[in-house]
């Protein structure tokens, strides 16, 4: 199976619910060294799920998931320790893992591998065939009850002295690379894959690892285990690419785990190449040891050091991750090994707590194509939930009561004033009228969404209007602000015409304003009941035209200079405003034409050509 297309699986996602380990506790027989030194046993099995050890004055009793004592068998190990559940998660594509540990001398392998040496499946009795055995051959016998398409391969290593070999291709003396990587965790490169497709196949996988291990003689035991030994069965669900020969779906995985026990060089005698390896062993399960305490303890930080040792590396998906696990602790029941039976018991009853979350193991663009089909899915809920008002109406009859029809479009529904309701009438139902009832709701929102978007347009257009009508009342009035600070500046003065007055005069309009100096525009009443400007008056009283006359080149120079003050004034701050605080769109149609303030005063005939020239500019 290809690694470039695995993804590692997600916690919750596609995988059973998160629960607790599996710990299961075999007590096994006394054996004959034991027998002959008149040892009893101390560990006992009362009930199927608890142990019983007698420490003395006060007996111990710890509580498992399944215990075993000395007089069960393999088949009864096999059967009780739930194994083949394992073996179908791991066809639907779960991680699972049985491992066994315990302390030196506790039947390990045994349980694990059956009677060695020598392994082989024809000449070895049945009745001793250990787990390995029996899950490969349940295994392959569910794949055959399945429709679907299935590759199996396995690989086995072993670690020993903190160095992984291969135990199928022995000949590569150096250590094998343990790398991680984010789609595929913790793995082994260069390791060894072997394809089968019956048990004489994968038989043949677990004898010829049994014979590469390494193994050791001492004093509590004769054929002592002295690395950890890996199993793994790759499961690949789905159909195969042709183009690189992997599953497209799917892949799930079973291991199987022997660990090496723990040991006390005082009692094993271990020296030189043997002690070596018991360093080795017990550094690493007291690695394996650690991860668990910090699975377990609450008051530690999130930190697991999964990377103290290279077993709690290739263990880190069982413990804790996203895999499925099965811990058997092994242990003996004579009272010589009473310290190492009590510390295993502990080690079993932490390990307990562990808490897994098992994810289903997909392919990356399988995991993508899932979750989406996933969303479409509650979508199309989401959608018929959403319809079903709609579905009670049939096309066919009028519903009594109503005025309005309604009408099938390609898209929505349309409500029109015909005086019938024809298109969809009512399904016979008991909730009929309430299902009318929210039509009639859903048509009265949408006509009140229309009349609303209606009069906030009006109000808009009315807040334009308002602001173009403020704006034109503040022009008017700076100019008539400007034609009154003119008018008072005059040398002719006052004479009693004001603002004031003029606001007077459109209140009444009988009243009478006094007459305005000789050069400044008179005011007069329109039709339409305003002020407006007229050509400047020429009655004006007996003494002030004698002036007129007597200082006839004063006169005209004031009276020049306030008119073309006055226009260009009032011309400059017309154009400077329009364009600075309207909209081009809202200016004038007159803008750019030029209106003159007052039509120019008529000239006395005695007057020279100096002053003529004067007064035109």
């Not at 082989?120 to 016998?141: A, F, I, K, N, W």
């Not at 497209?248 to 190449?273: C, N």
């Not at 009853?349 to 193991?361: D, E, H, L, Q």
């Not at 200016?587 to 000239?603: D, E, K, R």
Request: with cysteine; charged share 20%; hydrophobic share 30%.
């Amino acid at each position: 199976m290809s690694s470039n297309n695995r993804e590692s699986a997600e916690s919750g996602v596609d995988g059973t619910p998160e629960c607790n380990i599996l710990v299961a506790i075999r007590v096994r027989p006394l054996n004959r060294l034991e027998l002959e030194q008149g040892s009893q046993l101390v560990v006992h099995c009362p009930e199927p799920d608890t142990v019983l050890v007698q420490c003395g004055a006060r007996d111990r009793i710890f509580s498992f998931s399944s215990t075993f004592g000395p007089e069960m068998t393999q088949q009864e190990v096999y059967n009780g320790c739930s194994v083949e559940q394992l073996i179908s998660q791991a066809v639907t594509g779960s991680a699972c893992t049985v491992f066994a540990f315990g302390p030196t001398g506790s039947g390990k392998t045994f349980t694990m591998a059956g009677s060695v040496p020598p392994f082989d499946g024809r000449t070895q009795d049945p009745g001793l065939y250990g787990l390995m055995h029996r899950s490969v051959t349940r295994l392959l016998e569910e794949i055959s009850n399945k429709e679907q398409a299935f590759t199996l391969s396995a690989s086995y290593l072993e670690i020993h002295n903190e160095q992984v070999h291969d135990l199928l291709n022995p000949q590569i003396p150096d250590s094998l690379p343990l790398r991680w990587r984010k789609d595929r965790g913790f793995h082994v490169e260069n390791l060894r894959t072997v394809k089968f497709d019956n048990l004489d196949g994968i038989l043949a996988v677990i004898g010829e690892g049994m014979r590469n291990r390494q193994t050791s003689a001492h004093c509590l035991n004769s054929e002592s285990s002295r690395s950890h030994c890996i199993l793994t069965v790759e499961i690949g669900i789905g159909p195969v690419d042709p183009r690189n020969g992997s599953n497209s779906s799917k892949w799930g995985k079973l291991r199987f785990v022997d660990l090496a026990g723990s040991e006390r060089v005082k009692e094993t005698g271990a020296s030189d190449k043997t002690l070596m390896e018991a360093t080795a062993i017990n550094r690493s399960l007291l690695a394996l040891g650690n991860c668990i305490m910090a699975l377990v303890d609450p008051k530690r930080n999130n930190h697991i050091p999964y990377r103290d040792s290279k077993l709690t590396k290739l263990l880190a998906d069982c413990l804790g991750g996203n895999g499925v696990c099965l811990m058997i602790a092994c242990v003996s029941p004579s009272p010589l090994s009473l310290m190492d039976t009590m510390n295993t018991l502990r080690f079993a009853s932490r390990a307990r707590k562990i808490r897994n979350k098992p994810a289903v193991c997909m392919d990356a663009k399988d995991k993508v194509i899932r979750s989406l089909q996933q969303d479409a899915k509650e979508l199309c809920a989401e959608n018929a939930f959403l319809w079903r008002p709609f579905q009670l109406l049939s096309p066919g009859t009028a519903c009594p009561g109503h005025n309005t029809r309604l009408h099938q479009s390609t898209n929505n529904l349309t409500v029109t004033e015909t005086g019938e309701r024809r298109g969809f009438s009512l399904l016979p139902s008991s909730e009929d009228s309430l299902y009318w009832m929210l039509q009639e709701f859903l048509w009265e929102n949408e006509s009140l969404r229309e009349q609303n978007k209606e009069l906030l347009r009006r109000m808009k257009n009315c807040q334009e209007e308002q602001q173009i009508t403020q704006h034109r009342n503040r022009q008017l009035l700076w100019k008539l602000q400007e034609l009154e600070r003119l008018i008072l500046s005059s040398p002719h003065g006052n004479t009693g015409f004001t603002w004031e007055n003029i606001e007077r005069l459109n209140d009444s309009p009988t009243a009478q304003l006094p007459s305005p100096p000789l050069g400044i525009l008179n005011y007069s009443r329109t039709p339409a009941g305003q002020v407006s400007q007229v050509f400047p008056v020429s009655n004006r009283c007996g003494s002030q035209q004698d002036q007129d006359q007597q200082q006839p080149d004063q006169t005209l120079h004031h009276r020049n200079k306030s008119r073309s003050q006055i226009g260009r004034l009032m011309d400059q701050h017309q154009r400077h405003d329009d364009k600075k605080l309207l909209p081009h769109d809202l200016l004038p149609a007159s803008y750019n034409s030029v209106v003159p303030s007052a039509p120019p005063l008529p000239t006395t005939p005695d007057q020279p050509a100096k002053q003529q020239q004067s007064v035109n500019r």
